[in-house]
């Protein structure tokens, strides 16, 4: 970022000091640099005014709580997502805040780790498509997004010191992919680096990731920004790449930063640049918010502020209220209920009709677990029950029963368990909450188990043994174990987190107000043993080994010819969708899509169409297929078709050639499938892409084999060598036991033979002269 600010007339500590914090959550304001307000989170505003810290314990302003990650993705809708991510942007407005750390896109590697409930899904295309509409919502705002973390941060165990070993294709095709995305399509105004290290380099350190990768190869041109105490020596940060240090406070580490300097161990170049970075990132905040200061969209309190530093009182202090909270809410309650995701509905037991005999059990109905523990806990400005929305739309004739506690107290478990299964022995239909409690997942702390508490697995049993017409509604921020639920209940909502609106969003699908149209963002395993990352997770001695490679999530599944629980993608509607007319043609690099979508049931509803790619003769390892194209269609009527359309990338379809370092794609027939789930495909095609021309340059390490397989080196062979190479390259069978045999040898090793290191060198040259007009894809 290219800042107009004149820093020309600051001292060397004065640039330094522009690099970190003035205290927990604000920047310095260094001569005409104001300071600016960062906060959490990606599903709240968390604006702390009092006591500070980044752990959820202290106390913050009201704001609206929207679903969390592990809810909002499985909407699968880039739109929704962008319409929260304004409604977040207009709220950090009138809080006063300038940066809202978010999003939160690291793979979920695994089904135990801690943080998943503030990330979107095991897949990157996924990942990369919603990431980039929160951070192009909350911008449209003039409020930086900071996207998190970076990188490869997929658990919380010894999360401050642990090396995330990884090879380069996963590296590049899993954890960074969906990061590359949203830096190159949304600009985010800052990146925030991870605390874990990256095969063996801490990020916060890490120059070939900050400055080599990020600005070199995607082009970001705002501030990195550190995750709060993750940097451990800062003049070696600062030469990485990293402009802001946070928090503030007396080791900030500004004077080590001067000395190092004086010292010749860092380059004051380094240090203008971060200082000019964060100089350039007030500018873009004040530019922005010039230009946004008449919007419509209920940021009257913020309109006032062109300068980013100077936060007016009224802005602070009284949180969100009146219409805006008002408005916000309503689409709180829209997102939810475009979240939840109807996982199976045997007999169509659902939707639920008012004024039945409803039992509700469980705690949850009552009090609502409704967003994750840490660093995003938001204040919400009001919570829905669940319990009062499904009486609100039910009737007189819907009772409640605890059935179960998430803490200790005086109730009998028995006692509370015998009256719950009494009352559904006695109504039409029982409506089960389970989940998990927020002690039992949180940022800070991994998972053990994917198991639900067996107090509630045991309630669920007793309930279905007396009622066949049984729903269960979770709540959580982790996958669960379902089988047993699956197998007990035969309707099954999941509500994942939902937010401070997700009791009336329940209620809506219920009663089908609102036609379910969510898809889970996550597979949901059989067992927890059949994870990708079992064996490897969360790893020892500060050391997380990525066994599974490029084999993450549904890859994994597909792979292995594993049963699941249910499919990442999977999710129900109260009507149904024919697809039909599938075709694709070739567009760019890539290609497009299309096919018609049509409601074959009786209900209006959404469906959320998924394009799978493979290469089934492909020269690489490569899932069965990967996601390379999502639509949601807009609400069908009963009987209507949409023609949906969907450009399937070059960026979505190469892979990373570890020998070249660089993205290829690959010739051939690449198959094509449509479908409603991972495992749900309801159409596929052909299509033939050029791809890229691949050589990979022979040296003395090249395999005999290798240089075959390459036409000039095999000319080249064929020179030296004279009959016995056109023998080793016929087809007769003595020809191909012969070349299977020597294949490996390396060419290096010809010398052993009587090679002489001329005809070596001869070689070599013939092989890696590329001729002219080849129309090869340079490097």
């Not at 380099?201 to 041109?221: H, I, K, M, P, Y």
């Not at 469980?362 to 409704?370: D, I, L, Q």
Request: overall charge negative; hydrophobic content about 40%.
């Amino acid at each position: 970022m290219t800042s107009r600010t004149d820093l020309s007339q600051l001292s060397l500590a004065e640039k330094a000091a522009l690099g970190s914090g003035a205290d927990f959550w604000t920047s310095r304001a260094i001569g005409p640099v104001p300071a600016l307000t960062l906060t959490d989170g990606p599903h709240g505003v968390r604006r702390q005014t009092g006591a500070t810290d980044h752990l959820g314990l202290a106390g913050s302003e009201p704001a609206t709580c929207f679903p969390p990650a592990v809810g909002l993705a499985n909407s699968w809708d880039p739109g929704l997502v962008r319409r929260v991510g304004e409604a977040l942007g207009r709220e950090a407005r009138v809080l006063g805040v300038d940066v809202l750390l978010g999003p939160g896109v690291n793979i979920k590697r695994d089904p135990r780790g801690g943080r998943n409930f503030e990330y979107y899904s095991e897949d990157p295309l996924l990942t990369g498509r919603l990431g980039a509409a929160w951070v192009g919502g909350v911008q449209s705002a003039g409020v930086g997004a900071s996207l998190k973390h970076f990188a490869a941060n997929n658990a919380e165990h010894d999360r401050m010191r642990a090396s995330s070993d990884i090879d380069p294709r996963p590296l590049r095709e899993i954890y960074l992919r969906a990061f590359s995305h949203i830096v190159r399509t949304a600009r985010p105004w800052t990146v925030m680096c991870s605390y874990n290290r990256i095969n063996g380099v801490s990020a916060a350190q890490n120059r070939w990731l900050l400055t080599d990768l990020l600005r070199g190869e995607w082009g970001f041109d705002g501030v990195v920004v550190s995750d709060w105490g993750a940097v451990v020596d800062r003049p070696a940060s600062v030469a990485a790449g990293l402009d802001l240090a946070m928090p503030g406070g007396p080791g900030a580490g500004d004077d080590r930063v001067v000395a190092a300097v004086e010292a010749g161990a860092l380059d004051e170049a380094a240090v203008t640049a971060a200082a000019t970075n964060v100089a350039g990132l007030a500018e873009r905040i004040h530019q922005a918010r010039t230009r946004t200061v008449d919007e419509p969209g209920g940021t009257a309190a913020a309109s006032e502020q062109t300068d980013p530093g100077a936060h007016s009182e009224e802005n602070t202090g009284s949180g969100v209220s009146g219409g805006l909270a008002d408005t916000h809410h309503r689409l709180a309650r829209e997102a939810a209920a475009r979240c939840v995701v109807l996982l199976q509905n045997d007999r169509d037991l659902l939707p639920l009709t008012p004024g039945r005999n409803i039992a509700v059990i469980g705690p949850f109905a009552a009090e609502p677990r409704y967003q994750g523990g840490g660093s995003s806990h938001v204040t919400a400005t009001r919570i829905d029950s669940p319990l009062a929305e499904i009486r609100a739309l039910g009737g007189d004739t819907v009772t409640y029963h605890p059935g179960f506690t998430v803490t200790t107290g005086d109730a009998d478990p028995a006692d509370l368990r015998d009256e719950a299964v009494a009352a559904a022995r006695d109504a039409e239909v029982a409506v089960v909450f389970l989940g998990l409690a927020a002690d039992q997942e949180s940022e800070g702390f991994d998972r053990d188990h994917l198991e639900l508490p067996a107090e509630q697995l045991e309630l669920l049993a007793a309930v279905a043994r007396e009622q066949p017409d049984t729903v269960v509604v979770l709540a959580h921020g982790g996958v669960l174990r379902l089988e047993p639920v699956a197998r007990l209940a035969p309707a099954v909502l999941d509500g994942a987190l939902l937010g401070q609106a997700g009791g009336g969003a329940l209620a809506d699908v219920l009663f089908g107000v609102v036609n379910p149209s969510g898809r889970l963002a996550e597979t949901v395993p059989v067992r927890l043993q059949d994870t990708p990352a079992y064996l490897n997770f969360p790893g020892e001695n500060s050391h997380v080994r990525y066994g599974e490679g490029l084999f993450v999530g549904y890859r994994w599944y597909d792979a292995r010819d594993l049963d699941v629980c249910y499919p990442f993608g999977h999710g129900l509607s109260y009507t149904g969708f024919g697809y039909s007319g599938l075709s694709a043609g070739p567009a760019g690099d890539g290609f497009t899509v299309r096919l018609t979508v049509t409601n074959t049931g009786t209900r209006p509803g959404r469906e959320v169409v998924q394009i799978y790619t493979g290469v089934p003769d492909s020269a690489v390892q490569r899932p069965v297929r990967a996601l390379t194209g999502t639509a949601v269609t807009g609400e069908l009527a009963p009987g209507a078709s949409e023609q949906v359309t969907i450009d399937v990338l070059r960026e979505d379809l190469a892979y990373w050639e570890t020998r070249i370092g660089r993205w290829v794609l690959e010739p051939g027939t690449y198959r094509v499938w449509a479908g409603a789930s991972s495992r749900d495909l309801r159409a596929d095609i052909d299509i033939d892409l050029a791809g890229d021309t691949l050589r990979i340059p022979i040296t003395l390490d090249s395999t005999l084999g290798e240089a075959m397989a390459d036409p000039r080196a095999a000319a080249a062979l064929s020179a030296v060598f004279g009959e016995m190479a056109d023998s080793m390259g016929s087809g007769d069978a003595l020809g191909v036991d012969m070349m299977r045999m020597i294949a490996s040898i390396p060419l290096n090793r010809l010398a052993l033979f009587g090679m002489a290191s001329e005809q070596l060198d001869a070689l070599l040259a013939a092989a890696n002269t590329t001729p002219p007009d080849s129309g090869e894809r340079a490097d």
